[in-house]
């Protein structure tokens, strides 16, 4: 999970704190970054406040269980400051590579990758197009579902095309990106990488809005549509808990 913007991430999630639990431990360690360089707490009240959220949200906290997790947190928190990325550029000359491959997966796989590359570029100046990422979330991302071995082929063909490098290391599973080139006129900026092969069809015309709740790209399949299924999901149930309150009421 890519997060540009990490202060904002965690003040959205301390103001409705509804959190997938799944996320918990990402969370709480960007959490303890906020609180040393946002609060300027130190490691005890760290450690303390992280104690309390857990307290106060999660259903099945044991204190024990959560405290070797909570101090390397606190411990880790001074290492790197909030990543604050408003999103990035890709440029005109970058498109025109990615479309020049003509093959949508491919495209999309592609243009994944160009995007995490220039925003590890963004953390770390010194990067050159390198990123550091399984392919289940390189996947992921790019909104592609295939077998392992496909991964691995998918990958290997975009070597072929000189489009990405692999590390020499063997055990190094790096992927630097050979076609990022920031010379040409700007094409799209890029804000929200929950969804980037979405972004790439979008880009290419394809029918795709932004939901009204969330955010998230989602495939349009009627003009009235303004949620994403979770969303509109969700605003279902509450709008049917209400209407049964309204019903009791008037038994």
Not at 221 to 241: F, H, L
């Amino acid at each position: 999970m890519i997060i540009l913007d990490e202060k904002a991430y965690v003040e959205n999630i301390l103001q409705n704190p509804k959190i997938d639990p799944s996320k918990m431990y990402l969370f709480l360690s960007i959490y303890a970054r906020y609180l040393h360089h946002e609060n300027h707490m130190k490691k005890t009240e760290i450690i303390e406040t992280l104690h309390t959220f857990l307290g106060r949200n999660y259903p099945r906290y044991n204190p024990a269980d959560w405290a070797p997790h909570l101090e390397k947190y606190a411990d880790r928190s001074d290492k790197f400051p909030l990543c604050k990325c408003p999103g990035i550029w890709v440029t005109q000359k970058e498109a025109a590579s990615v479309e020049g491959i003509h093959d949508k997966v491919l495209e999309r796989l592609a243009f994944t990758l160009l995007c995490l590359a220039k925003f590890q570029n963004y953390r770390n100046p010194d990067n050159h197009n390198w990123l550091h990422y399984s392919n289940g979330e390189i996947y992921s991302m790019a909104c592609i579902n295939t077998t392992s071995f496909e991964k691995d082929l998918k990958l290997g063909r975009l070597r072929e095309l000189g489009l990405i490098a692999y590390a020499k290391k063997i055990n190094n599973l790096s992927i630097q990106v050979l076609y990022a080139d920031g010379d040409s006129e700007n094409a799209l900026f890029v804000s929200d990488f929950r969804k980037l092969g979405y972004e790439w069809r979008l880009y290419k015309g394809e029918k795709y809005i932004r939901c009204a709740d969330c955010g998230i790209l989602t495939k349009r399949k009627n003009n009235n549509q303004k949620y994403c299924k979770d969303c509109s999901e969700r605003s279902r149930n509450e709008r049917q808990k209400i209407m049964m309150r309204e019903r009791r009421k008037k038994g």
